[in-house]
């Protein structure tokens, strides 16, 4: 083979010496021959073509490649022929196809042939990428090393203390700085059903911690125990939950610890406890308590509730009377009260149907809960619903507190619906359903109670006009009436009358602190004659009037409130009796109108004076609740 070549460019000719494998061939980066005065390249190995995008490997212009940077290019140039040789990573090449390159050039003069440069071209990427690999492989050697030096110290740790570790009655675990698994004793295996080969090496964070209870994802970030060997610090978690290899979880409480091995951070030791049972029986401490604060404070409700309903001296505590209609009456009570049957009580104002009521429930089986008394015509029509269903607080009528309704309040017990033709015609069906259903959901609120409760109805309106008047749904009608009870006026059993005269004379004495008068047969024919259209509750304020205005044991009664009969023979009064009739009036007129003052149906109207009136006249005589209910 040849040991020369020959190349010729323009007018000279050079001649460049070749072996049997060309020297710039067998070199292993991009290299190429340049003729400085020619503007020719005239070698180049093949990492240089490639490099360059050259088709053949002479011939081709060298400045077109160096293109803006040819000044820089010319000041290599000068310091390779000042110095021998030089490099440069500040001049940009660009391919033969305009591809841009990133090299360092490095450059000497070809001896015996000045105007001869030879270069080589470092692409600067491919040594970027050789650099990343190095330190890549640098780190998987050295992260190797002290894996397995933190593996040993764990395991040493573990061989020193393994009696230990075994007896304690925690579970306890290590962890390296990659959060594998180093070592686990006997107590943890036990209680997370995980075996040593199971966890050992492995990421235990994805095996036992993955999940909170919730099933929201625990990313290892945010985990306690791996933020114990990140940032070196101590962390004591209280309520967590780590999942067994059955897939259930545990409650636990646990230290995390950082631990070190010559002073270098190696990883932490996590000391934990089963608390699962602890939880457990927390929760059901929680419900009882929130059980028997809720029976506490029914209970309360039910007391306010029986403080404001029962005054001191009711007009009669037991069902008075020897006639016929009271004998029928006292009979019926007798059959209906063992049972839960609903009981409709019909009859005019004053008749004796809240004593009816009470009778029925004294004798039932839920005698030792309460009977609640609602006044269906007592309320305002727009806060019906809330006294009757209950409410939560922020309800959509405004609701500051808690509070139960009285068929809440019923459970268990009685409800007696007086004048139940006084409630709203909306209401009436509402009320119907939760009958039916035996449930009752608080305004504002979602969750349904369940309604065990007896109902007892009354109305004052008869049978034809119950039907007739429309002033009562069909159906509840229907639904009411199971067990119907009629309580006859007064008019209508007059031998039931001097019973009840003495028997509410003697009331109003004790109660007043007043000797007690005599009742005399005079006295109780011209009672008897007496149309009485207030009923009972007409005599009663005619008796406690008597009881007020009698003077030395001779009793005085008046009918109407006009004059007095026949048995004083006076004509006139002192003040103090006169201020004890106007007292007595107007505690007849709050008890007609069952407290109200103001409207069209207030006392203040019944009496024909203003409210302002009323209310002034209601402080001068110290007259309270308690006097008229």
């Known amino acids: 083979m040849p040991r020369c070549a020959a190349a010729v460019f323009g007018e000279v000719m050079y001649e460049i010496p070749t072996t049997p494998d060309s020297l710039l061939d067998a070199l292993a980066e991009a290299a190429l021959v340049i003729d400085l005065v020619a503007d020719r390249i005239v070698a180049a190995n093949p990492r240089a073509r490639a490099l360059l995008d050259l088709e053949d490997s002479t011939g081709a212009p060298f400045s077109p490649l160096v293109g803006a940077s040819l000044p820089g290019f010319i000041v290599l140039v000068d310091e390779i022929a000042h110095r021998g040789e030089a490099w440069s990573r500040d001049i940009t090449l660009a391919s033969i196809?305009?591809?841009?390159?990133?090299?360092?050039?490095?450059?000497r003069l070809v001896a015996n042939a000045p105007s001869l440069l030879a270069l080589t071209l470092l692409d600067l990427a491919e040594m970027e990428r050789h650099d990343r690999i190095a330190q890549a492989a640098e780190l998987h050697r050295s992260g190797l090393l002290e894996w397995r030096r933190a593996q040993e110290f764990f395991s040493e740790?573990?061989?020193?203390?393994?009696?230990?570790?075994?007896?304690?009655?925690?579970?306890?675990?290590g962890v390296n700085a990659d959060g594998k698994t180093t070592f686990l004793n006997r107590a943890a295996q036990e209680m997370l059903g995980w075996t040593a080969e199971d966890l050992l090496g492995h990421d235990i964070h994805s095996v036992i911690h993955h999940h909170h209870l919730n099933g929201d994802i625990y990313h290892a970030h945010d985990c306690p125990i791996y933020q114990s060997f990140r940032f070196e610090e101590v962390n004591r978690i209280e309520d967590e939950v780590f999942w067994r290899k059955d897939g259930k979880p545990i409650r636990v409480e646990y230290v995390s610890t950082p631990i070190y091995d010559q002073n270098v951070l190696?990883?932490?030791?996590?000391?934990?406890?089963?608390?699962?049972?602890?939880?457990?029986?927390?929760?059901?401490?929680?419900?009882?308590?929130?059980?028997?604060?809720?029976?506490?404070?029914r209970l309360e409700q039910e007391n306010a509730y029986l403080q404001e309903a029962i005054t001191t001296e009711r007009a009669h505590h037991n069902i008075?009377?020897?006639s016929s209609a009271v004998r029928q009456t006292v009979q019926r009570i007798d059959l209906v009260a063992r049972t839960d049957a609903t009981v409709f009580i019909s009859g005019e104002t004053g008749t004796g149907k809240s004593l009816v009521a009470t009778a029925i429930h004294k004798a039932s089986p839920r005698a030792r809960r309460p009977l609640i008394h609602f006044k269906c015509g007592s309320v305002a029509p727009e806060e019906v619903e809330a006294e009757l269903w209950g409410q939560v607080r922020g309800a959509p009528n405004g609701a500051t507190r808690d509070k139960p309704g009285k068929l809440e309040l019923a459970h268990s017990g009685t409800l007696f619906l007086d004048d139940v033709e006084e409630l709203p015609f909306e209401i009436q069906g509402k009320l119907l359903a939760a009958l039916q259903n035996s449930a009752v959901t608080r305004l504002g609120d979602t969750r349904e109670k369940p309604l065990d409760i007896r109902v007892i109805a009354s109305t004052t309106l008869s049978d034809k006009q119950a039907r007739r008047s429309h002033r009562i749904r069909e159906d509840l009608y229907l639904f009411l009436n199971v067990f119907p009870i009629t309580c006859q006026p007064l008019r209508d059993r007059q031998e039931d009358i001097p019973l009840l005269a003495a028997h509410l004379l003697k009331i109003a004495c004790r109660r007043l602190n007043r000797p007690e008068?005599?009742?005399?047969?005079?006295?109780?024919?011209?009672?008897?004659s007496y149309d009485w259209p207030g009923n009972v509750r007409e005599l009663h304020n005619v008796m406690e009037r008597a009881a007020i205005v009698s003077q030395d044991r001779k009793l005085v009664v008046e009918?109407?409130?006009?004059?007095?009969?026949?048995?004083?023979?006076?004509?006139?009064?002192?003040?103090?009796q006169m201020q004890d009739l106007v007292r007595v009036n107007l505690i007849a007129a709050l008890r007609e109108t069952r407290g109200r003052i103001a409207g069209p149906s207030g006392a203040a109207a019944l009496l024909g004076v203003k409210p302002t009136t009323l209310y002034s006249r209601i402080g001068s005589l110290n007259i309270v609740e308690a006097d008229w209910t």
């Open 559 to 576: 009918l109407g409130g006009v004059g007095p009969l026949a048995e004083t023979g006076r004509s006139f009064r002192t003040e103090a």
């Open 517 to 528: 008068p005599v009742l005399t047969e005079g006295v109780v024919q011209q009672l008897q």
């Open 266 to 297: 190696a990883g932490a030791v996590v000391i934990f406890r089963d608390i699962t049972e602890r939880k457990e029986s927390e929760r059901k401490l929680r419900e009882a308590m929130a059980e028997v604060a809720a029976l506490r404070d």
């Open 157 to 173: 740790l573990e061989r020193q203390n393994q009696l230990i570790l075994n007896a304690a009655g925690e579970g306890i675990y």
């Open 320 to 322: 008075i009377g020897a």
């Open 97 to 107: 196809t305009g591809r841009p390159l990133r090299v360092e050039l490095r450059g």
